[in-house]
């Protein structure tokens, strides 16, 4: 079984442009969850999503974006970006059942904003 | 606020001793508790997890224990072997379905050969 893929894995873009990162959950997957990953402040949650909704957010400005669809994929998306925002984005896949299920991540996409 | 404070930031750990993580949560609506680890380059990766009705939780050489009273939980690893050496992080989640997980900020275990 093929597991979270996160597409491109490095990125380098400059203050001000804006960036978009896709991720591929596990087949039969449909919550797909963002995590942002800095040394400083650990891993974040960004943003879940369910059958093409965003059922949860985290703390992140408005310049922060996702979106699901039809077959689960997500994409997240950063505007106007900012030198704090370089960090590893995280993308974990989960089944939806009655009780909690593991979340898969996937390796993630190294952000370097110059 | 940090919701889950996890504790020591780096661990050395010489090979066959035992390695262990401390974390402790505020928000006592969490009702399960994983542990990641994760290797340069990697995702994390799901180690072992516990729910607050269990003290004790063993998977091989990894053992989670759980006081609920002190809200704290912590990761024993047995006989650490250079293997092990990653980073390792404690979580915190409600079961809703919404598998929004807060994390803590992070263990780096090295275990010396």
């Known amino acids: 079984k093929a597991g979270v893929t996160q597409t491109p894995r490095y990125l380098i873009k400059t203050r001000g442009q804006q960036v978009t990162l896709s991720c591929s959950p596990i087949?039969?997957?449909?919550?797909v969850s963002w995590y942002q990953q800095t040394p400083g402040q650990g891993l974040q949650f960004l943003f879940e999503?369910?059958?093409?909704?965003?059922?949860n957010k985290g703390n992140f400005p408005g310049r922060f974006s996702g979106r699901q669809f039809s077959n689960s994929r997500s994409e997240m998306n950063v505007s106007t970006l900012e030198l704090g925002d370089s960090a590893l984005y995280l993308c974990a896949s989960s089944r939806q059942g009655p009780d909690y299920n593991e979340q898969f991540f996937g390796p993630g996409t190294r952000l370097t904003v110059l | 606020q940090q919701q889950v404070k996890q504790s020591p930031q780096s661990l050395i750990v010489q090979k066959g001793g035992i390695s262990i993580i401390n974390c402790a949560y505020e928000?006592?609506?969490?009702?399960?508790f994983p542990w990641y680890q994760q290797f340069p380059g990697k995702g994390p990766a799901l180690l072992i997890a516990?729910?607050?009705?269990?003290s004790e939780k063993k998977e091989g050489r990894f053992t989670i224990s759980f006081n609920k009273s002190a809200k704290q939980f912590s990761l024993h690893i047995m006989d650490s072997q250079p293997g092990d050496s990653a980073t390792y992080f404690c979580?915190?989640?409600?079961?809703?379905?919404?598998?929004?997980?807060?994390f803590g900020k992070g263990t780096m275990l090295l275990v010396s050969p």
């Open positions: 087949s039969g997957h449909r919550s």
């Open positions: 999503y369910f059958s093409e909704t965003q059922r």
């Open positions: 979580a915190a989640t409600i079961i809703s379905g919404y598998s929004t997980l807060t």
């Open positions: 516990i729910r607050p009705d269990v």
């Open positions: 928000n006592t609506a969490f009702d399960y």
